[in-house]
């Protein structure tokens, strides 16, 4: 899996949240072939070590940190921390919720 950050590589190391990502995704069939390869898919002793020496830049992301963002309804344009849509929710001034009910 690579992070869409503009990077040209990037590496996260398959594991079970993997396997469980592809079987809700409806690509179970690809759960045999990474467990056959999990040695492939996993980075190298050396490289995890000291990436620096291996790569021009290296960007780390701690995932803990992140929040994650909800889009919509009806345009991607609406993208907000979840959190935020929770007020909205709150909110029915801003119409959410008539937008809701109209669907």
């Known amino acids: 899996m ?3 950050l503009g990077a040209t590589t990037s590496i996260f190391p398959t ?3 993997m396997a469980k990502y592809l079987r809700a995704t ?5 759960v045999p072939l990474m467990q056959k390869n999990q040695y492939l898919l996993e980075p190298d002793k050396e490289v995890e ?12 992301l701690d995932l803990s940190k992140l929040e994650p963002y909800v ?15 929770a007020a909205e929710v709150a ?11 109209l669907r």
């Open 2 to 4: 690579g992070a869409e």
């Open 15 to 17: 594991d079970e949240h």
């Open 26 to 30: 409806g690509k179970e069939g690809l």
């Open 49 to 60: 070590a000291g990436p620096a020496k291996f790569y021009d830049r290296v960007v780390e």
């Open 71 to 85: 889009v919509g309804p009806h345009s991607p344009d609406r993208a907000r921390p979840i959190s935020k849509l």
């Open 91 to 101: 909110d029915a001034k801003n119409g959410f919720i008539d937008e809701m009910r």
